[in-house]
């Protein structure tokens, strides 16, 4: 159990469009998603928290414009990049807080997108 | 910046022997959790260990927490060709759900 379903999982675009990508609980809601992003050989950035039916929680320096986050249901969470740049180019991760559960559980992740802006 | 700190940035050691890693932080936690990741790929939960204790194990892992320091190791013995990967610590704060990421340690076990 606890799978959590990213996609797409690579994804080119030119620059100055947008990419939107899906972050799926598939079998267990989850009312709190995080965005990760991840440049080559470094760590996680917490870009934002996305709570269920209300307004994500940007990190400080994150865009919320151009970052826009959507957490409609209890098992979907959509990050899109708006008028992407090549600068914008990275591995996005998402990851899963179980509903019902708090801190003192492991989060579950997504697999990632690459994104990858020409 | 929340991020933890992670010590050494890589670490390259022979089938069979130990490897362990280091992981700073700077706030107060809620636990303190260790993630590996394969190259390209998501994050795999491996541990989590609550402020309130000090050890734990799981298998070939072992964890150890000291809040009056703020650091934690994570201690892999025997370990295998598999084991390579990126190891990170995240830290869950006390104030919210979020967790931090820490640099991270690129492991390579040479078979």
């Known amino acids: 159990g606890a799978v959590v379903s990213q996609h797409p999982s690579w994804v080119i675009c030119k620059s100055g469009t947008s990419v939107k990508i899906e972050c799926r609980s598939l079998d267990f809601q989850a009312t709190t998603m995080f965005w990760y992003r991840q440049f080559p050989k470094q760590s996680l950035m917490l870009m934002a928290t996305?709570?269920?039916?209300?307004?994500?929680?940007?990190e400080q320096g994150v865009e919320k414009d151009k970052f826009l986050i959507n957490h409609a249901s209890l098992t979907l969470s959509t990050l899109t990049v708006t008028s992407a740049h090549p600068e914008d180019s990275s591995f996005y991760i998402c990851?899963?807080?179980?509903?019902?559960?708090?801190?003192?559980?492991?989060?579950?992740f997504g697999s990632g997108t690459r994104l990858t802006v020409v | 910046s929340q991020q933890g700190e992670e010590d050494p940035q890589a670490l390259s050691i022979q089938e069979g022997e130990n490897a362990t890693m280091n992981c700073s932080y700077k706030t107060s936690i809620n636990n303190l959790q260790w993630y590996r990741q394969n190259s390209g790929r998501g994050l795999v939960h491996l541990i989590l260990?609550?402020?309130?204790?000090r050890e734990k194990h799981s298998g070939r892992l072992r964890v150890t927490l000291d809040t009056s320091k703020k650091s934690s190791s994570l201690l892999i013995t025997a370990s295998r060709a598999a084991d390579t990967a990126s190891y990170f610590c995240?830290?869950?704060?006390?104030?919210?759900?979020?967790?931090?990421f820490g640099t991270g340690t690129s492991l390579t076990v040479i078979p």
């Open positions: 260990i609550r402020s309130n204790e």
């Open positions: 995240a830290t869950v704060t006390n104030t919210g759900n979020q967790f931090y």
């Open positions: 996305s709570n269920e039916g209300s307004k994500a929680t940007y």
């Open positions: 990851s899963a807080v179980r509903l019902g559960t708090g801190p003192n559980y492991g989060y579950t």
